[in-house]
């Protein structure tokens, strides 16, 4: 008898869908289960059970292109049925080798800020500080190296012989800002780290003019530390009015400063006979200090004086600095500045006091 049209699926799988034969159940699903580890499914062919082949019932044998039932139940004319297998979805993910240049970015903020402090942090000092100064004087001696050769060059060229080509002097660099310019999410990330932990010395020497020598490439609304020195003339050439407020107002992310007056070098012996105590020195450096410490901002976590180890200061340029003493008692005096509580801030906290003497310490009492 022949069947008008294709068989059924339950008719095909009649023995297997039966829940009766328990065996072919489970040998059904292990070989759809073995065909789905196959996902390539190369000519490759699950073998059956010995078992398996000796049982009652359709013969089933699956390869890698098709499922195939074979029964002497079913019409000659389905005696083959062929299923096309189904394309899996899934995806192989590629190996991290295969993957790849490396990706940067793909680090935690944590790991990538350690190691910006490789690069744009400086290294070798306990308190890194990087000073104008040093700076803008390497920048003008390279200047001027370079327009002695292009004279001497020229002169050479004109009398027929070739230009002297000069080698690149092997200096270490104190931070490594070439990163910066390897992609706009990297320079922003690098910047705001190299802002954050260097500390920025600024030397100023032209009172009352507070023009700075510091680099083109500083932006200086984003310094955060700071040390300032302040190089003091006789007071002669002290008594102007200094605009202290433009200046701090420069610097709307500072956080903190370090204040270090000293003697400039050419007026040492004049300035330093006017400023030995602060009861004694003259009405200029007086008004000159109470300006200067009205002006500073209050959120700012000040000191005045050098640190008391010489590593955590700066190169100095003046010839010595003023004495501690004389900054205590100007602070005592003068000082008025609240912490966040609203408290006033002792003169221990503003200026290190580490050795007390005996004129200084009797000064503190008395006050």
Known sequence: MQFPGPPCAHFILKDVACCCNIAKIHEFYTSMMALRRNPQRRCRKEELSPKSEMSRGPNIVFTTATVRLRSSQLCPRMNELSIPRRRSTLRRQPSPRSAGPFRFFDLPRE???????????????????????????????????????????????????????????VTDSIVHLNILQTSQCL?????????????????????????????????????????LELQLKDAQRMNTYVDWTTFFNQFSALRHLRIIPTFHQRYYDWAQSEISTWDESHFVFRAF????????????????????????????????????????????????????????????????????????YASLLAA
């Open 289 to 360: 200090f109470r300006e200067l410490l009205v002006s500073v901002p209050e959120h700012l976590n000040l000191k005045l004086g050098p640190a008391l180890d010489s590593q955590d200061v700066m190169t100095l340029e003046g010839r010595g600095h003023v004495s501690r003493d004389f900054l205590r008692q100007m602070y005592t005096e003068t000082g008025t500045r609240r912490d966040m509580n609203g408290n006033y801030i002792g003169v221990k906290r503003i200026v290190d006091c580490r050795d007390l003497t005996e004129t200084g």
């Open 111 to 169: 790991v990538r800020d350690n190691v910006y402090s490789y690069l744009v942090v400086r290294r070798g000092r306990r308190v890194p500080i990087i000073e104008a100064k040093s700076i803008i004087r390497a920048q003008k001696k390279r200047a001027t190296a370079q327009k002695h050769r292009e004279r001497h060059n020229q002169r050479r060229i004109l009398s027929g012989r070739p230009p002297i080509v000069p080698r690149e002097p």
């Open 187 to 227: 320079r922003w990330e690098a910047r705001d780290h190299f802002y954050h932990n260097n500390w920025f010395a600024i030397s100023l020497d032209a009172f009352p003019i507070t023009t700075m020598d510091v680099p083109e490439s500083w932006d200086l609304g984003r310094i955060t530390k700071m040390q």
